[in-house]
């Protein structure tokens, strides 16, 4: 039996991190999402390991693998840390051109809202 492509739990191929393939990971080690569901954050802890899998859009991607008895718990989010966030994604969804918050998160490719992205392309 052949082992796995990204099978590399000492780490000699991928620059001393330990690597396995998508969904081999040992118990215990958790990428920032699982942790973050479980109400925890990696906590300043270097990375344990990694799980690689090939994209479908070409090339590897990896995801970097946390120890979960290193972890800490979420920073509670404090009134001011609420208002300052409030605050930057209600930028995000008013227009430089008419200046009116649109309800929606500006495409950034277009950095105006619809609206005013068809009327210039109208003009154009």
């Known amino acids: 039996m052949s082992r ?3 099978w590399d ?3 000699t191929r991928h ?3 330990p690597t396995y393939p998508w969904r081999m990971a040992p118990r215990g080690l958790f990428t920032r999402r699982q942790l973050r569901a479980k109400g925890l954050r990696p906590g300043g802890q270097d990375v344990a ?3 690689m ?3 479908r859009y070409g090339g590897t991607r990896p995801a970097y693998l946390y120890r979960l008895a290193l972890a800490k718990p979420v920073r509670p989010m ?3 840390k609420a208002a300052a966030l409030a605050k930057a994604n209600r930028a995000r969804r ?3 051109a008419c200046g009116q918050d649109v309800g929606y998160v500006l495409p950034t490719h277009l950095d105006t ?3 005013c992205a068809d009327t210039t392309a109208l003009v154009a």
Do not use: E, F, K, Y
Request: proline share 17%.
């Open 49 to 51: 390991a990694q799980v």
């Open 53 to 55: 899998w090939r994209s």
């Open 78 to 80: 404090t009134p001011a």
């Open 94 to 96: 008013i227009c430089p």
């Open 9 to 11: 739990p000492d780490g």
């Open 15 to 17: 620059g001393g991190t």
């Open 4 to 6: 796995p492509r990204h």
């Open 113 to 115: 809202c619809l609206n």
